[in-house]
């Protein structure tokens, strides 16, 4: 009976993650979908999300349709976050970044998301690199998309704005 369930809860692990997949990259397309997407030349602030949530709702279906291997194994051995923790934590991190992005602004709200993923990536809550490494990032984003290609971000209406 428990190598049934195992077996059983191997088949389902990938599908359920790939359901997972599919219902955030919604929730972040009808998201972005309620910033201004602006036209082929200048865009909006809303584009990029719409398309980054399109490609995740699409690579999800296509896991859906065809699971990759299964490495719940090699996930178990070292003891660090993975599989549908990691995901799950990704997730509300990007929707505590959508949810606070006109309140605290872009570049608060973006290094909080940075940091968040730099402390994952680096398996410590608290990291003095990872919190570099976010400012440093925040502040490239803000450079590229603001200053190059004049794209209105929100600066937060907690600022006054």
């Known amino acids: 009976m428990t190598g049934e369930t195992s077996s059983l809860a191997a088949t389902l692990r990938p599908r359920l993650g790939a359901i997972a997949g599919i219902v955030f990259g919604l929730i972040g397309t009808l998201a972005s979908l309620q910033?201004?997407?602006?036209?082929?030349?200048?865009?909006?602030?809303?584009?990029?999300?719409?398309?980054?949530?399109l490609a995740m709702t699409g690579l999800s279906l296509a896991l859906l349709v065809k699971p990759g291997s299964d490495e719940a194994e090699a996930d178990e051995e070292d003891g660090g976050?993975?599989?549908?923790?990691m995901v799950a934590?990704?997730?509300?991190?990007?929707?505590?970044?959508?949810?606070?992005?006109?309140?605290?602004?872009?570049?608060?709200?973006g290094t909080a998301l940075m940091y968040g993923l730099y402390a994952i990536g680096e398996e410590k809550p608290v990291?003095?690199?990872?919190?570099?490494?976010?400012v440093l990032t925040a502040?490239?984003?803000y450079l590229l998309f603001v200053v190059a290609l004049?794209?209105?971000m929100?600066?937060?209406?907690?600022w006054g704005y």
């Open 35 to 53: 910033l201004p997407l602006g036209t082929s030349r200048l865009l909006g602030p809303g584009a990029v999300p719409l398309l980054l949530s």
């Open 81 to 85: 976050l993975h599989g549908a923790a």
């Open 89 to 109: 934590l990704v997730a509300l991190m990007i929707g505590a970044f959508a949810l606070l992005l006109t309140w605290l602004g872009f570049i608060v709200a």
């Open 127 to 134: 990291s003095a690199k990872a919190l570099l490494r976010a």
């Open 139 to 141: 502040l490239a984003a």
């Open 150 to 152: 004049s794209v209105n």
């Open 154 to 158: 929100p600066a937060g209406t907690l």
